[in-house]
């Protein structure tokens, strides 16, 4: 699983792509071919920044800022279409950063088991609510990662379907 990276990566998914799963307190969005983004594959993008459909990685599309066609999410060589994630944990709904940190290792943690289960697309995990300070008063307590494991893995069991 390749990770994004890069704010036109997360850009280009959170404009273009379908929220897929939600739970009371996280968001799965998916943005792949067939969205509005352009299946294009890496070594078919031509100088001319125009770009030929071939292979399953997203492209940005092209606009005034952009440049042309620039690969996003580049399938190196002849290696199979894998998913890529990203997980935005905003200050707003984890004010401590140790909390966010935590919480990002989970959603890494989590979908590595939903792997083979999830598309060859780009994904993103949105943290859209905040834990309750008064169930969890400790920034990593084992009740919130307990908590927050469980969730995710009700998030990714929606995103299969």
Known sequence: MQRLKTRAQFEAVMAGGSTVSRTPHFALHRAGPGSRQEAVHAEAVPATGQAATAGRSLVQPAGPRSGGS???????????????????????????????????????????????????????????????????????????KRAVREELQQLFAGARK
């Open 70 to 144: 620039a690969a996003l999410f580049a399938v190196r060589g002849n290696a199979p279409p894998e998913p890529w994630l990203g997980a935005i944990v905003p200050k707003r709904w984890a004010r401590r950063a140790v909390t966010r940190n935590a919480i990002k290792r989970q959603i890494y943690t989590v979908s590595l088991d939903f792997e083979a289960a999830l598309p060859a697309a780009a994904h993103v995990v949105r943290l859209r609510a905040g834990f309750d300070k008064t169930r969890f008063p400790s920034a990593t307590s084992p009740a919130l």
